[in-house]
């Protein structure tokens, strides 16, 4: 068992885990909350490591900051690694902003989520969209409007097990239906 850690020691380990912590916390941009959290993390480490402390090869202060500076690498790749996970870190939208506004009252339509993940966001654009689509089915014969529905839902292996028609009749009629939205100006997806 090693004998109690002197008052020096103890203020040398304290003293190296405010820096480490400090200088991890500027590093990551961290609030100042997250201060004492990282202190802990980075003391709780040193205090499990201390046994292996060998006073003839070098000062406590030495050691310190070494087993310090390695968990300091180890909790900043952990927290790298999950920022990169969020897609560089988690935003409140009830949280106000610098001019008083929250960012979902600052955030557009166009800027929302669904625009962040690369699909159109546009209201206006989807509703011109529904127009088109309602102006073009209306055009069509009213069996083709009902196969349009059904195949929005289901596989041509399945409408033809319904008895719809046959694999290759439906596949034609959609080809023909495909090149009439088409002319109507829709996009064939």
């Known amino acids: ?14 003293d190296e885990a405010d820096t480490a912590a400090a200088r991890l916390r500027r590093r990551l941009g961290l609030r ?6 990282l202190r ?13 402390f060998d006073a003839t090869r070098g000062s406590i202060g030495a050691f310190a900051g070494i087993v310090l500076r390695n968990q300091s690498c ?8 999950e920022r990169r996970g969020w897609n560089g870190g988690l935003l409140s939208l009830d949280v106000p902003g610098s001019d008083g506004e929250t960012l979902a009252e600052q955030l557009g339509e166009n800027d929302g989520l669904s625009a962040w993940h690369g699909q159109t966001a546009s209201g206006e654009a989807a509703v011109e969209r529904r127009i088109d689509l309602a102006r073009a089915l209306g055009a069509l014969h009213p069996r083709d409007r009902s196969l349009c529905a059904a195949a929005t839902h289901s596989p ?4 033809a097990e319904r008895g719809l028609g046959s694999r290759a009749g439906l596949y034609r009629r959609i080809a023909e239906l495909r090149c009439a939205l088409a002319a109507h100006g829709l996009r064939v997806a």
Do not use: G, K, N, W
């Not at 802990?40 to 292996?52: E, M, S, V, Y």
């Open 1 to 14: 068992m090693r004998p109690p850690i002197s008052r020096t020691d103890l203020a040398t380990i304290l």
């Open 32 to 37: 100042r909350a997250d201060l004492d959290d």
């Open 40 to 52: 802990q993390d980075l003391l709780l480490d040193l205090i499990q490591r201390l046994p292996a």
């Open 74 to 81: 180890r909790i900043a790749a952990r927290v790298i690694r």
């Open 156 to 159: 041509v292996r399945v409408l």
